[in-house]
T-cell receptor, first 112, second 114 residues
C-alpha cells in the first residue's frame, strides 16, 4: 500500500463553489500533513500544513485531518479562478527526517 | 524569501547526450532534492543530498547521478540521455532537521530528449 494516495481528478467547478480535495495515508504514526499548490509551469509551494487531528483554517482554505480513518482533506470556500492549480498532499516520509512523500496531485479548474 | 533557481526552464537534447541540470538555493539549506514530475505519476524523488558531498538515492535513481560540491548548488546529471527521461525536473531545498520538512521548489526544467 502506498504511503499516500490522492484522488486524481481532474476537478472542474464553477466560481464560488466549495471544493473538496482528499488524500488517504497508510501509516497511523504520521503527525504532520501538508498541502502544496502548483500553478501551471511553476514549482509547488506550500499552502498549508496541519499537525495531528482536527482543522486548520487560513482564509478560504481549511485543512482537515481525520486520523481515525487516515484521511486528509483540503476545502476551498468561494472558489476563484485564481485557485485553478494542481493541489498535492504531502506527508513526511516514514523513517526520514527530511523526505516528503507526495500524492499524485489533483488538477482543479475553477470556471468564471 | 527562499529562492531556488534552476539553470534552464526548457531544454532540448538528443539521445545519448550528457545533460547537466543545475540548481542553486540562497537560504543556506542543508537538504536539496531532485524530482521528476510526469502526468499520472506525480512527483518522484530521484536523489537527495543532506550535506555537501553527501547523497542518497531516491525512488528512481537509475540513469541519473548527482553532484553537490557546494552547499548552495546541487546538480543532476543524465549520463546518456534517453527519450524516457523526457520530463519536468524540479529541484527543492529544505532546512536541516525541520519539524515538518517543508520543501521549497524551483520553477522546474522541462527537458525533452529527442
Amino acid at each position: 500500500q502506498k504511503e499516500v494516495e490522492q484522488d486524481p481528478g481532474p476537478l472542474s467547478v464553477p466560481e464560488g463553489a466549495i471544493v473538496s480535495l482528499n488524500c488517504t495515508y497508510s501509516n497511523s504514526a504520521f503527525q504532520y500533513f501538508m498541502w502544496y499548490r502548483q500553478y501551471s509551469r511553476k514549482g509547488p509551494e506550500l499552502l498549508m500544513y496541519t499537525y495531528s487531528s482536527g482543522n486548520k483554517e487560513d482564509g478560504r482554505f481549511t485543512a482537515q485531518v481525520d486520523k481515525s480513518s487516515k484521511y486528509i482533506s483540503l476545502f476551498i470556500r468561494d472558489s476563484q479562478p485564481s485557485d485553478s492549480a494542481t493541489y498535492l498532499c504531502a506527508i513526511p516520509s516514514f523513517g526520514s527526517n527530511y523526505k516528503l512523500t507526495f500524492g499524485k496531485g489533483t488538477l482543479l479548474t475553477v470556471n468564471p | 524569501d527562499v529562492k531556488v533557481t534552476q539553470s534552464s526552464r526548457y531544454l532540448v537534447k538528443r539521445t545519448g547526450e550528457k545533460v547537466f541540470l543545475e540548481c542553486v538555493q540562497d537560504m543556506d539549506h542543508e537538504n536539496m532534492f531532485w524530482y521528476r514530475q510526469d502526468p499520472g505519476l506525480g512527483l518522484r524523488l530521484i536523489y537527495f543530498s543532506y550535506d555537501v558531498k553527501m547523497k542518497e538515492k531516491g525512488d528512481i535513481p537509475e540513469g541519473y547521478s548527482v553532484s553537490r560540491e557546494k552547499k548552495e548548488r546541487f546538480s543532476l546529471i543524465l549520463e546518456s540521455a534517453s527519450t524516457n527521461q523526457t520530463s519536468m525536473y524540479l529541484c527543492a531545498s529544505s532546512p536541516g532537521l525541520g519539524v515538518y520538512n517543508e520543501q521549497f521548489f524551483g520553477p522546474g526544467t522541462r527537458l525533452t530528449v529527442l
